[in-house]
Nanobody, 117 residues
């Protein structure tokens, strides 16, 4: 059974930091591309960041460049999203996404991030 379990969300003040984790199981994590998406109320889901299998390549949405970092630990089947200099507009539900080498796609249940003073 495939599972993607996000954690680490919460309430943070503007300028603060959070580290999200996504623990994966039930598929071959090491050969999968991992991504973080987010969805704010009333808006479409958008790509935040992605990391290739083996971590050799990362991508970020323009508004996250320089503030967010994505990394993976294949030994722990976990992908991370380090978010710094958070802004109120970063408030959203953050979702973990996996795409396997066979192009199967899986989603986590999401974790709420709220940036507010």
């Amino acid at each position: 059974q495939v599972q993607l379990v996000e954690s680490g969300g919460g309430l943070v003040q503007p300028g603060g930091s959070l580290r999200l984790s996504c623990a994966a199981s039930g598929f071959t994590f090491s050969s999968s591309v991992m991504r973080w998406y987010r969805q704010a109320p009333g808006k479409e889901r958008e790509l935040v960041a992605g990391i290739s299998s083996a971590g050799g390549s990362t991508t970020f949405a323009d508004s996250m460049k320089g503030r967010f970092t994505i990394s993976r630990d294949d030994a722990q089947n976990t992908v991370y999203l380090q978010m710094n200099s958070l802004k109120p507009e970063d408030t959203a539900v953050y979702y973990c996404n996996a795409r396997t080498r066979w192009y199967e796609t899986y989603w986590g249940q999401g974790t709420q991030v709220t940036v507010s003073s």
